[in-house]
Protein backbone atom coordinates (compact mmCIF):
# COMPACT_ATOMS: atom_id res chain seq x y z
CA UNK A 1 0.00 0.00 0.00
CA UNK A 2 3.18 1.98 0.88
CA UNK A 3 4.10 1.88 -2.71
CA UNK A 4 1.12 2.85 -4.41
CA UNK A 5 0.79 5.97 -2.51
CA UNK A 6 4.25 6.84 -3.36
CA UNK A 7 3.29 6.42 -7.22
CA UNK A 8 0.41 8.31 -7.03
CA UNK A 9 2.33 11.27 -5.10
CA UNK A 10 4.94 10.82 -7.87
CA UNK A 11 2.25 10.75 -10.70
CA UNK A 12 1.13 14.13 -9.08
CA UNK A 13 4.22 15.86 -8.89
CA UNK A 14 5.37 14.94 -12.73
CA UNK A 15 2.02 16.58 -13.82
CA UNK A 16 2.86 19.78 -11.49
CA UNK A 17 6.02 19.96 -13.22
CA UNK A 18 4.63 19.22 -17.06
CA UNK A 19 2.17 22.25 -16.27
CA UNK A 20 5.05 24.39 -14.97
CA UNK A 21 7.21 23.75 -17.96
CA UNK A 22 4.39 24.41 -20.32
CA UNK A 23 3.71 27.72 -18.52
CA UNK A 24 7.39 28.86 -18.62
CA UNK A 25 7.29 28.04 -22.59
CA UNK A 26 4.01 29.55 -23.02
CA UNK A 27 5.36 32.95 -21.17
CA UNK A 28 8.72 32.50 -23.30
CA UNK A 29 6.62 32.19 -26.38
CA UNK A 30 4.94 35.53 -26.06
CA UNK A 31 7.90 37.41 -24.89
CA UNK A 32 9.71 36.00 -28.15
CA UNK A 33 6.50 37.59 -30.25
CA UNK A 34 7.04 41.00 -28.30
CA UNK A 35 10.74 41.31 -29.49
CA UNK A 36 10.23 40.15 -32.79
CA UNK A 37 7.36 42.15 -33.51
CA UNK A 38 9.12 45.25 -32.05
CA UNK A 39 12.16 44.20 -34.39
CA UNK A 40 9.60 43.89 -37.19
CA UNK A 41 8.54 47.63 -36.63
CA UNK A 42 12.35 49.18 -35.98
CA UNK A 43 13.25 47.45 -39.72
CA UNK A 44 9.98 48.93 -41.18
CA UNK A 45 10.21 52.02 -39.43
CA UNK A 46 14.02 52.06 -41.22
CA UNK A 47 12.93 51.59 -43.88
CA UNK A 48 9.74 54.18 -43.80
CA UNK A 49 12.84 56.55 -43.23
CA UNK A 50 14.50 55.95 -45.92
CA UNK A 51 11.84 55.80 -48.22
CA UNK A 52 10.92 59.27 -46.68
CA UNK A 53 14.45 60.87 -47.20
CA UNK A 54 14.16 58.89 -50.83
CA UNK A 55 11.34 60.40 -51.74
CA UNK A 56 11.45 63.77 -50.02
CA UNK A 57 13.14 65.28 -52.72
CA UNK A 58 10.19 64.08 -55.51
CA UNK A 59 7.14 65.49 -54.31
CA UNK A 60 6.14 66.89 -50.83
CA UNK A 61 2.83 66.52 -51.57
CA UNK A 62 2.95 62.96 -52.09
CA UNK A 63 4.61 62.63 -48.09
CA UNK A 64 1.59 63.80 -46.51
CA UNK A 65 -0.22 61.08 -48.48
CA UNK A 66 2.48 58.49 -47.36
CA UNK A 67 2.58 59.40 -44.58
CA UNK A 68 -1.50 58.74 -43.87
CA UNK A 69 -1.36 55.69 -45.41
CA UNK A 70 1.90 54.13 -43.48
CA UNK A 71 -0.37 55.29 -40.34
CA UNK A 72 -2.66 53.54 -41.35
CA UNK A 73 -0.48 50.57 -42.00
CA UNK A 74 0.91 51.02 -38.71
CA UNK A 75 -2.52 50.78 -37.33
CA UNK A 76 -3.39 47.97 -39.24
CA UNK A 77 -0.02 46.13 -37.82
CA UNK A 78 -0.96 47.14 -34.34
CA UNK A 79 -4.35 45.44 -34.57
CA UNK A 80 -3.08 41.92 -36.18
CA UNK A 81 -0.85 42.59 -32.89
CA UNK A 82 -2.98 42.87 -30.42
CA UNK A 83 -5.36 40.00 -31.80
CA UNK A 84 -2.26 37.58 -31.73
CA UNK A 85 -1.41 38.49 -28.19
CA UNK A 86 -4.81 37.60 -27.34
CA UNK A 87 -5.34 34.59 -28.84
CA UNK A 88 -2.07 33.60 -27.39
CA UNK A 89 -3.25 34.55 -23.91
CA UNK A 90 -6.90 33.01 -24.92
CA UNK A 91 -4.64 29.76 -25.62
CA UNK A 92 -2.51 29.76 -22.41
CA UNK A 93 -5.23 30.34 -20.22
CA UNK A 94 -7.02 27.42 -21.60
CA UNK A 95 -3.83 25.28 -21.39
CA UNK A 96 -3.77 26.70 -17.28
CA UNK A 97 -7.75 25.74 -16.88
CA UNK A 98 -6.38 22.34 -18.37
CA UNK A 99 -3.70 21.68 -15.90
CA UNK A 100 -5.86 22.90 -13.14
CA UNK A 101 -8.53 20.53 -13.80
CA UNK A 102 -6.20 17.85 -14.63
CA UNK A 103 -4.58 18.19 -11.38
CA UNK A 104 -8.25 18.66 -9.57
CA UNK A 105 -8.64 15.15 -10.72
CA UNK A 106 -5.47 14.06 -9.85
CA UNK A 107 -6.09 14.95 -5.97
CA UNK A 108 -10.13 13.29 -5.98
CA UNK A 109 -8.55 10.03 -7.50
CA UNK A 110 -5.54 10.35 -4.45
CA UNK A 111 -7.68 10.86 -2.29
CA UNK A 112 -9.91 8.03 -3.39
CA UNK A 113 -6.77 5.35 -3.64
CA UNK A 114 -6.52 6.71 0.42
CA UNK A 115 -10.05 6.14 1.49
CA UNK A 116 -9.97 2.27 -0.18
CA UNK A 117 -6.05 1.68 1.14
CA UNK A 118 -7.79 3.05 4.57
CA UNK A 119 -10.61 0.26 3.63
CA UNK A 120 -8.37 -2.24 2.93
CA UNK A 121 -6.30 -1.65 5.84
CA UNK A 122 -9.18 -1.95 8.42
CA UNK A 123 -10.14 -5.16 6.53
CA UNK A 124 -6.93 -6.77 7.11
CA UNK A 125 -7.08 -5.98 10.63
CA UNK A 126 -10.24 -7.47 11.55
CA UNK A 127 -9.25 -10.08 9.32
CA UNK A 128 -5.61 -10.63 11.24
CA UNK A 129 -7.96 -10.35 14.40
CA UNK A 130 -10.19 -13.37 13.84
CA UNK A 131 -6.89 -15.31 11.70
CA UNK A 132 -5.52 -14.51 15.58
CA UNK A 133 -8.21 -16.06 17.58
CA UNK A 134 -8.67 -18.68 15.00
CA UNK A 135 -4.82 -19.55 15.87
CA UNK A 136 -5.17 -19.36 19.66
CA UNK A 137 -7.94 -21.95 19.53
CA UNK A 138 -5.94 -24.22 17.71
CA UNK A 139 -2.98 -24.11 19.65
CA UNK A 140 -5.18 -24.22 22.65
CA UNK A 141 -6.75 -27.87 21.12
CA UNK A 142 -3.43 -28.88 19.95
CA UNK A 143 -2.14 -29.05 23.24
CA UNK A 144 -5.18 -30.41 24.94
CA UNK A 145 -4.22 -33.42 22.09
CA UNK A 146 -1.00 -33.54 23.23
CA UNK A 147 -1.22 -33.72 26.63
CA UNK A 148 -3.81 -36.84 26.48
CA UNK A 149 -1.29 -38.25 23.36
CA UNK A 150 1.18 -37.76 26.63
CA UNK A 151 -0.52 -39.72 29.31
CA UNK A 152 -1.72 -42.44 26.42
CA UNK A 153 2.16 -42.57 25.64
CA UNK A 154 3.17 -43.22 29.30
CA UNK A 155 0.69 -45.85 29.72
CA UNK A 156 1.63 -47.40 26.47
CA UNK A 157 5.55 -47.41 28.08
CA UNK A 158 3.85 -48.73 31.51
CA UNK A 159 2.87 -51.66 29.52
CA UNK A 160 5.50 -52.54 26.95
CA UNK A 161 7.76 -52.28 30.06
CA UNK A 162 5.95 -55.26 31.56
CA UNK A 163 5.59 -57.04 28.29
CA UNK A 164 9.58 -56.70 28.11
CA UNK A 165 10.20 -57.89 31.50
CA UNK A 166 8.04 -61.03 30.50
CA UNK A 167 9.71 -61.50 27.57
CA UNK A 168 13.43 -61.01 29.29
CA UNK A 169 12.27 -63.57 31.27
CA UNK A 170 11.23 -66.12 28.33
CA UNK A 171 14.20 -65.09 26.62
CA UNK A 172 16.44 -66.07 29.82
CA UNK A 173 14.36 -69.26 29.94
CA UNK A 174 14.74 -70.06 25.91
CA UNK A 175 18.13 -69.48 26.08
CA UNK A 176 18.79 -71.63 28.61
CA UNK A 177 17.32 -74.28 26.26
CA UNK A 178 19.13 -73.50 23.66
CA UNK A 179 22.63 -73.38 25.49
CA UNK A 180 21.82 -76.66 26.54
CA UNK A 181 20.84 -77.94 22.70
CA UNK A 182 24.09 -76.35 21.67
CA UNK A 183 26.31 -77.96 24.50
CA UNK A 184 24.37 -81.65 23.01
CA UNK A 185 25.33 -80.29 19.58
CA UNK A 186 28.78 -79.61 20.37
CA UNK A 187 29.41 -83.01 21.89
CA UNK A 188 27.67 -84.45 18.58
CA UNK A 189 30.06 -82.38 16.65
CA UNK A 190 32.91 -83.56 18.88
CA UNK A 191 32.27 -87.01 18.23
CA UNK A 192 31.85 -86.68 14.98
CA UNK A 193 34.91 -84.48 14.08
CA UNK A 194 36.91 -87.32 15.95
CA UNK A 195 34.49 -89.88 13.77
CA UNK A 196 35.98 -87.58 10.79
CA UNK A 197 40.18 -87.61 11.67
CA UNK A 198 39.79 -91.39 11.99
CA UNK A 199 38.52 -91.09 9.13
CA UNK A 200 41.15 -89.25 7.24
CA UNK A 201 43.48 -90.67 8.80
CA UNK A 202 42.83 -94.33 7.93
CA UNK A 203 42.48 -92.84 4.56
CA UNK A 204 46.08 -90.83 4.65
CA UNK A 205 47.01 -93.99 5.34
CA UNK A 206 45.89 -95.36 2.11
CA UNK A 207 47.42 -92.53 0.25
CA UNK A 208 50.37 -93.02 1.62
CA UNK A 209 50.87 -97.03 0.88
CA UNK A 210 48.90 -95.84 -2.59
CA UNK A 211 51.94 -93.65 -2.81
CA UNK A 212 49.79 -90.17 -2.60
CA UNK A 213 50.57 -88.12 0.24
CA UNK A 214 47.86 -86.43 1.84
CA UNK A 215 49.65 -82.85 1.81
CA UNK A 216 50.98 -81.73 -1.14
CA UNK A 217 53.71 -78.77 -1.66
CA UNK A 218 53.52 -77.06 -5.42
CA UNK A 219 57.19 -77.20 -7.14
CA UNK A 220 58.42 -73.97 -8.49
CA UNK A 221 56.77 -75.13 -12.11
CA UNK A 222 53.74 -76.17 -11.22
CA UNK A 223 53.32 -72.30 -9.07
CA UNK A 224 54.06 -70.50 -12.26
CA UNK A 225 52.34 -72.63 -14.48
CA UNK A 226 49.23 -72.23 -12.04
CA UNK A 227 49.64 -68.01 -12.44
CA UNK A 228 49.63 -68.14 -16.00
CA UNK A 229 46.76 -70.33 -15.97
CA UNK A 230 45.05 -67.87 -13.43
CA UNK A 231 46.55 -64.80 -14.96
CA UNK A 232 48.37 -63.83 -12.26
CA UNK A 233 49.81 -60.18 -12.59
CA UNK A 234 52.41 -58.48 -10.68
CA UNK A 235 51.31 -54.81 -9.00
CA UNK A 236 47.90 -56.28 -8.55
CA UNK A 237 45.84 -57.82 -5.56
CA UNK A 238 44.63 -61.24 -6.22
CA UNK A 239 41.83 -61.88 -3.65
CA UNK A 240 40.27 -65.66 -3.80
CA UNK A 241 36.54 -66.12 -2.47
CA UNK A 242 36.41 -69.33 -1.48
CA UNK A 243 34.42 -72.05 1.12
CA UNK A 244 31.59 -74.49 0.74
CA UNK A 245 29.13 -75.09 -1.59
CA UNK A 246 26.00 -72.74 -1.11
CA UNK A 247 27.71 -70.59 1.22
CA UNK A 248 26.77 -66.92 -0.82
CA UNK A 249 30.64 -66.69 -2.14
CA UNK A 250 29.23 -65.01 -5.74
CA UNK A 251 26.57 -62.92 -4.06
CA UNK A 252 29.76 -61.96 -1.87
CA UNK A 253 31.78 -60.98 -4.81
CA UNK A 254 29.12 -59.17 -6.23
CA UNK A 255 28.64 -57.08 -3.13
CA UNK A 256 32.16 -56.29 -2.60
CA UNK A 257 32.32 -54.75 -5.75
CA UNK A 258 29.14 -52.63 -5.67
CA UNK A 259 27.03 -55.04 -7.73
CA UNK A 260 23.49 -56.68 -7.47
CA UNK A 261 22.88 -60.12 -8.32
CA UNK A 262 20.32 -58.98 -10.81
CA UNK A 263 22.09 -57.38 -13.10
CA UNK A 264 23.20 -58.27 -16.54
CA UNK A 265 26.08 -60.76 -17.05
CA UNK A 266 27.45 -58.98 -19.61
CA UNK A 267 28.44 -56.42 -16.95
CA UNK A 268 30.76 -59.27 -15.11
CA UNK A 269 28.37 -60.23 -11.85
CA UNK A 270 29.24 -63.84 -10.44
CA UNK A 271 26.19 -66.14 -11.19
CA UNK A 272 24.43 -67.27 -8.33
CA UNK A 273 21.98 -69.47 -7.07
CA UNK A 274 20.64 -72.58 -4.83
CA UNK A 275 22.60 -74.83 -6.32
CA UNK A 276 26.69 -74.71 -7.13
CA UNK A 277 27.11 -72.50 -10.21
CA UNK A 278 30.55 -71.85 -10.11
CA UNK A 279 32.41 -74.73 -11.69
CA UNK A 280 35.67 -73.76 -12.82
CA UNK A 281 37.37 -70.51 -11.39
CA UNK A 282 36.69 -67.24 -12.72
CA UNK A 283 38.35 -63.58 -12.51
CA UNK A 284 36.60 -60.58 -12.39
CA UNK A 285 37.72 -56.95 -12.51
CA UNK A 286 36.71 -54.32 -10.01
CA UNK A 287 34.18 -51.87 -12.17
CA UNK A 288 35.75 -48.63 -10.00
CA UNK A 289 37.67 -47.20 -11.87
CA UNK A 290 39.71 -46.18 -8.52
CA UNK A 291 40.22 -50.36 -7.98
CA UNK A 292 40.85 -51.56 -11.01
CA UNK A 293 44.31 -52.68 -9.47
CA UNK A 294 42.10 -55.64 -7.39
CA UNK A 295 41.52 -58.67 -9.05
CA UNK A 296 38.84 -60.84 -7.89
CA UNK A 297 38.20 -64.73 -8.08
CA UNK A 298 35.22 -66.47 -7.94
CA UNK A 299 36.32 -70.30 -6.59
CA UNK A 300 34.38 -73.32 -7.26
CA UNK A 301 32.60 -74.68 -3.65
CA UNK A 302 34.61 -77.52 -1.57
CA UNK A 303 32.86 -80.30 -0.58
CA UNK A 304 30.85 -81.50 -3.48
CA UNK A 305 30.92 -84.74 -5.24
CA UNK A 306 33.67 -83.74 -8.24
CA UNK A 307 35.95 -81.70 -5.36
CA UNK A 308 36.95 -83.25 -2.50
CA UNK A 309 38.01 -81.53 0.54
CA UNK A 310 41.51 -82.74 0.99
CA UNK A 311 42.22 -82.06 -3.03
CA UNK A 312 40.23 -78.52 -2.92
CA UNK A 313 43.42 -76.39 -2.06
CA UNK A 314 46.24 -77.91 -4.05
CA UNK A 315 43.61 -78.53 -7.07
CA UNK A 316 42.30 -74.99 -7.50
CA UNK A 317 45.87 -73.45 -7.17
CA UNK A 318 44.88 -71.24 -4.07
CA UNK A 319 48.48 -71.35 -3.32
CA UNK A 320 48.81 -68.38 -5.59
CA UNK A 321 46.77 -65.97 -4.32
CA UNK A 322 48.13 -62.94 -2.08
CA UNK A 323 44.50 -62.92 0.00
CA UNK A 324 42.03 -65.48 0.32
CA UNK A 325 38.75 -64.72 2.04
CA UNK A 326 36.93 -68.43 3.35
CA UNK A 327 33.27 -67.70 3.24
CA UNK A 328 30.98 -69.34 6.38
CA UNK A 329 27.17 -69.67 5.35
CA UNK A 330 24.98 -70.81 7.52
CA UNK A 331 27.66 -72.60 10.20
CA UNK A 332 31.42 -72.64 10.64
CA UNK A 333 32.63 -76.35 8.79
CA UNK A 334 36.08 -78.06 8.86
CA UNK A 335 36.51 -77.26 5.33
CA UNK A 336 37.15 -73.63 6.75
CA UNK A 337 39.16 -75.50 9.66
CA UNK A 338 41.26 -76.80 6.64
CA UNK A 339 41.04 -73.42 4.64
CA UNK A 340 42.56 -71.72 7.41
CA UNK A 341 45.49 -74.37 8.25
CA UNK A 342 46.05 -74.16 3.97
CA UNK A 343 46.48 -70.52 4.41
CA UNK A 344 48.51 -70.80 7.56
CA UNK A 345 51.20 -73.15 5.94
CA UNK A 346 51.37 -70.99 2.50
CA UNK A 347 51.49 -67.62 4.56
CA UNK A 348 48.60 -66.24 2.82
CA UNK A 349 46.56 -63.71 4.39
CA UNK A 350 43.18 -65.13 5.34
CA UNK A 351 39.87 -63.36 6.30
CA UNK A 352 36.83 -64.93 7.28
CA UNK A 353 33.49 -64.21 6.52
CA UNK A 354 29.97 -64.82 7.80
CA UNK A 355 27.58 -64.47 4.77
CA UNK A 356 24.05 -64.08 4.46
CA UNK A 357 23.80 -61.98 8.27
CA UNK A 358 20.58 -60.84 7.29
CA UNK A 359 18.42 -63.93 6.53
CA UNK A 360 20.03 -65.94 9.85
CA UNK A 361 19.15 -62.40 12.05
CA UNK A 362 15.66 -62.87 9.91
CA UNK A 363 15.37 -66.46 11.11
CA UNK A 364 16.57 -65.67 14.20
CA UNK A 365 13.53 -63.46 14.82
CA UNK A 366 11.09 -65.71 13.40
CA UNK A 367 12.23 -68.63 15.83
CA UNK A 368 12.01 -65.76 18.92
CA UNK A 369 8.34 -65.04 17.82
CA UNK A 370 6.97 -68.69 17.84
CA UNK A 371 3.00 -67.71 17.09
CA UNK A 372 2.90 -64.36 18.16
CA UNK A 373 0.90 -61.80 15.54
CA UNK A 374 3.36 -60.04 14.20
CA UNK A 375 0.65 -57.52 12.32
CA UNK A 376 -0.07 -56.26 16.16
CA UNK A 377 3.69 -54.98 16.52
CA UNK A 378 4.43 -51.86 16.38
CA UNK A 379 7.77 -50.08 14.57
CA UNK A 380 9.23 -49.97 18.01
CA UNK A 381 8.51 -53.17 19.08
CA UNK A 382 9.60 -54.91 15.95
CA UNK A 383 13.03 -52.43 15.93
CA UNK A 384 13.79 -53.79 19.57
CA UNK A 385 13.39 -56.94 18.04
CA UNK A 386 15.50 -56.77 15.08
CA UNK A 387 18.29 -55.38 17.90
CA UNK A 388 17.66 -58.03 20.16
CA UNK A 389 18.07 -60.72 17.58
CA UNK A 390 20.81 -59.02 15.64
CA UNK A 391 22.90 -58.66 18.97
CA UNK A 392 22.44 -62.68 19.91
CA UNK A 393 23.49 -63.08 16.43
CA UNK A 394 26.38 -61.25 16.31
CA UNK A 395 27.54 -62.68 20.10
CA UNK A 396 26.87 -66.34 19.21
CA UNK A 397 28.18 -65.81 16.09
CA UNK A 398 31.88 -64.23 17.53
CA UNK A 399 31.80 -66.91 20.44
CA UNK A 400 31.40 -69.96 18.21
CA UNK A 401 34.05 -68.93 15.94
CA UNK A 402 36.58 -68.03 18.41
CA UNK A 403 35.83 -71.12 20.61
CA UNK A 404 36.75 -73.40 17.26
CA UNK A 405 40.40 -71.76 16.82
CA UNK A 406 41.18 -72.39 19.98
CA UNK A 407 39.73 -76.41 19.66
CA UNK A 408 41.83 -76.44 16.61
CA UNK A 409 45.21 -74.81 17.46
CA UNK A 410 44.72 -72.24 14.75
CA UNK A 411 45.58 -68.52 16.04
CA UNK A 412 42.62 -66.08 17.08
CA UNK A 413 41.37 -63.81 14.25
CA UNK A 414 38.20 -61.81 13.89
CA UNK A 415 35.37 -63.16 11.88
CA UNK A 416 33.43 -60.60 9.96
CA UNK A 417 29.96 -60.55 10.37
CA UNK A 418 28.16 -59.08 6.82
CA UNK A 419 24.68 -58.87 5.43
CA UNK A 420 25.16 -58.07 1.05
CA UNK A 421 22.87 -55.35 0.87
CA UNK A 422 24.69 -53.29 3.29
CA UNK A 423 28.14 -53.84 2.00
CA UNK A 424 27.39 -53.19 -1.69
CA UNK A 425 25.53 -50.16 -0.67
CA UNK A 426 28.79 -49.23 1.31
CA UNK A 427 31.08 -49.94 -1.59
CA UNK A 428 28.60 -48.34 -4.11
CA UNK A 429 27.55 -45.28 -2.08
CA UNK A 430 29.31 -45.14 1.07
CA UNK A 431 26.16 -45.68 3.17
CA UNK A 432 26.66 -47.23 6.40
CA UNK A 433 23.62 -47.46 7.50
CA UNK A 434 22.80 -50.92 9.55
CA UNK A 435 26.55 -51.88 8.95
CA UNK A 436 27.68 -54.80 11.19
CA UNK A 437 31.37 -55.50 10.05
CA UNK A 438 31.93 -53.74 6.68
CA UNK A 439 33.32 -50.67 7.18
CA UNK A 440 36.01 -52.94 8.70
CA UNK A 441 36.42 -55.41 6.30
CA UNK A 442 36.76 -52.93 3.25
CA UNK A 443 39.37 -51.10 5.77
CA UNK A 444 41.34 -54.23 6.48
CA UNK A 445 41.09 -54.97 2.64
CA UNK A 446 42.36 -51.71 1.93
CA UNK A 447 45.44 -51.99 4.15
CA UNK A 448 46.21 -55.19 2.87
CA UNK A 449 46.01 -53.55 -0.45
CA UNK A 450 48.07 -50.85 0.47
CA UNK A 451 50.98 -53.28 1.49
CA UNK A 452 50.98 -55.38 -1.47
CA UNK A 453 50.13 -52.93 -4.18
CA UNK A 454 52.00 -49.35 -3.44
CA UNK A 455 52.66 -48.91 -7.21
CA UNK A 456 48.67 -48.53 -8.00
CA UNK A 457 48.19 -46.62 -5.33
CA UNK A 458 50.67 -43.66 -5.48
Request: aromatic residues 6%; proline residues 2%.
Amino acid sequence: MGNNNSHYEHQLHEERERSRRQHEAAENHRRWLESERDRIAAEKERELEAQRHAQAEKARALALQHQEEMKRAQEERDRIQQEKERAVAEKHANELRLIEEQARKQAEHQQELQRAQEERERLQAENHEREMKRIQAEKEEEIRRGEEELKRLEEAHRVQEELRALQEQMRLEEEKKKMEELARKTEEEARKRVEKEIYLREEAERNLQEGIPPVKYPTGEEFHLMRQKLGYQEGYLHIAITGCSGCGKSSLINALRGLKNSNSPKGGIAKTGTSETTTEIERYYDPDSSRQWLAWYDVPGAGTVNIRDWQYFNDQGLYIFDVIIVVAGDRFTQTDVELLFHCKRFGITAFVVRSKSDQQIGNLMEDDDGDSDDEGDNEERKRNRLLEARGRYIADTRNNFQALLQQVGLPQQKVYIVCKNALRSLVKDSKKADVIDEVDLMRDLTQVAKDKCQSFLQ
